[in-house]
């Protein structure tokens, strides 16, 4: 029995090695497996099964019982070939029977049932599918090899003990009904002996035909997130990624030398306005000195505008007489020059564009200064160092519609 087995434990080695190499040439390209961290790729599985039991007084004389049995197992998937997994079982959960259904009374020895109670050890798994076609996430059917040793317990006390080893082997053919579950059919075949002398002391043999059910938790989150990772590592990412660093480097270049014509752009006006700014200036002293000039000459013959006494006026919008708030501030002002300086009296003058008639306008500029005085004269300035003139239309600067032609502005006076 022993060469037997390990004839076929021989067999089974060859035709793992051959299946591997074959596949060595066809897997160059195929689907890269996953590096997955222990926690992940584990199942959890059990079967239910129908148990042969051998005993053996010597070497020729064997006798057999049937049982039932169940097993409890994890699994864990090492690589897309090999998988391991740690089996509870107990091949035999009632007393043998023999195939007409008579309990086998080789079995009793003074009374004693010799049945098999149950067995823990590890298997190795070696997908002859995966060697031969290489790895396929999407592959549904699996024909595997297995083998695994371990400890066998004995439901009641033998001549062996109650403790022994066994080895085992067998043939399995997987089906993934869906992403997490699998069944499975096992054919299997193990040998006990005693653990004080395994070589010679084998009592017992089980051979069993299993189904069951297998669930997968699959990869960790954190192996998930690493794998998603990793398949943006490919020579066609890298190729798209290189190509957009050149283009946003291409676009650089290009934003550089925009920027380097806007530079001497701004340079050149920068060199235009300081000339504008110097032909304005020049202009406008000018200018300056020609309006100095005519208001001299206005004043001597009117007799009464002798010079602006503020650099502004009061502004105003379209058909108003009343003093907006943002003008209030040059009210204030004023009427501060005159509470500081006695001898200081002002002509207030009223103005209008040209939007409405003559007489409606020299009315409008009436009631402006008449507006602007009654302001000046609640914050304390003395009415009689106030008076009040409309020039109407008459007067106007640039653009009739300007917002300066409708004003009131203050003059000194001599009086």
């Known amino acids: 029995m022993l060469k037997k087995l390990f004839k076929i434990g021989m067999l089974a080695t060859l035709i793992m090695f051959a299946c591997n190499a074959n596949a060595?040439?066809?897997?160059?390209?195929?689907?890269?497996?996953?590096?997955?961290?222990?926690?992940?790729?584990?199942?959890?599985?059990?079967s239910v099964m129908h148990s042969w039991e051998f005993e053996h007084g010597g070497i020729l004389d064997w006798r057999e019982g049937?049982?039932?049995?169940?097993?409890?197992f994890f699994e864990k998937e090492l690589s897309p070939i090999w998988a391991a997994r740690f089996v509870a079982e107990t091949p035999g959960l009632f007393k043998a029977w023999r195939g007409d259904g008579t309990e086998d009374p080789a079995y009793d020895r003074d009374g004693?049932?010799?049945?098999?109670?149950?067995?823990?050890?590890?298997?190795?798994?070696?997908?002859?599918?995966?060697?031969?076609?290489?790895?396929?996430?999407?592959?549904?059917?699996n024909l595997?090899?297995?083998?695994?040793?371990?400890?066998?317990?004995?439901?009641?006390?033998?001549?062996?003990?109650?403790?022994?080893?066994?080895?085992?082997?067998?043939?399995?053919?997987?089906?993934?009904?869906?992403?997490?579950?699998?069944?499975?059919?096992?054919?299997?075949?193990?040998?006990?002996?005693?653990?004080a002398n395994p070589i010679h002391q084998w009592h017992d043999m089980t051979g069993t035909f299993?189904?069951?059910?297998?669930?997968?938790?699959?990869?960790?989150?954190?192996?998930?997130?690493?794998?998603?990772?990793?398949?943006?590592?490919?020579?066609?990412?890298?190729?798209?990624?290189?190509?957009e660093i050149d283009g946003l480097r291409n676009d650089l270049r290009d934003a550089k030398t925009r920027e380097a014509k806007l530079v001497n752009r701004i340079n050149e006006l920068e060199a235009n306005q300081n000339q504008n700014q110097s032909n304005i200036i020049t202009n406008t002293v000018n200018s300056a000195v020609a309006d100095s000039l005519r208001r001299v000459i206005e004043g001597?013959?009117?007799?009464?505008?002798?010079?602006?006494?503020?650099?502004?006026?009061?502004?105003?919008?379209?058909?108003?007489?009343?003093?907006?708030?943002?003008?209030?501030?040059?009210?204030?002002?004023?009427?501060?020059?005159?509470?500081?300086?006695?001898?200081?009296?002002f002509e207030i003058v009223g103005?209008?564009?040209?939007?409405?008639?003559?007489?409606?306008?020299?009315?409008?500029?009436?009631?402006?200064?008449?507006?602007?005085?009654?302001?000046?004269?609640?914050?304390?300035?003395?009415?009689?160092?106030?008076?009040?003139?409309?020039?109407?239309?008459?007067?106007?600067?640039?653009?009739i519609k300007n917002a300066i032609n409708r004003r009131v502005s203050f003059y000194r006076t001599n009086n």
């Open 112 to 141: 004693l049932d010799y049945d098999r109670y149950g067995k823990v050890g590890v298997d190795f798994k070696f997908s002859m599918t995966g060697a031969r076609k290489g790895y396929d996430p999407d592959r549904k059917g």
């Open 144 to 195: 595997y090899l297995f083998a695994g040793v371990g400890f066998s317990f004995s439901r009641d006390d033998v001549e062996l003990g109650f403790v022994g080893m066994y080895m085992q082997g067998g043939l399995g053919w997987s089906y993934k009904v869906c992403e997490k579950s699998t069944i499975f059919l096992e054919l299997a075949s193990d040998v006990c002996a005693d653990i």
């Open 300 to 345: 001597y013959e009117s007799n009464k505008h002798n010079f602006y006494a503020m650099p502004f006026s009061i502004l105003y919008d379209v058909d108003q007489y009343t003093v907006s708030e943002d003008q209030m501030n040059k009210i204030d002002a004023i009427a501060k020059v005159m509470k500081d300086n006695k001898d200081v009296n």
């Open 210 to 243: 299993k189904f069951g059910w297998m669930y997968n938790f699959g990869p960790t989150q954190a192996d998930q997130d690493l794998i998603a990772q990793r398949a943006m590592l490919t020579q066609e990412n890298f190729d798209a990624l290189n190509n």
């Open 24 to 46: 060595q040439t066809e897997q160059k390209y195929a689907p890269v497996y996953p590096q997955y961290g222990f926690w992940s790729n584990w199942s959890i599985g059990g």
């Open 66 to 72: 049937s049982n039932i049995g169940v097993n409890l």
């Open 351 to 399: 103005y209008c564009d040209y939007s409405g008639s003559d007489a409606y306008n020299q009315k409008l500029s009436e009631k402006r200064a008449e507006y602007v005085k009654k302001l000046l004269v609640r914050r304390g300035v003395s009415e009689d160092r106030l008076t009040t003139n409309g020039k109407g239309k008459s007067m106007s600067f640039g653009d």
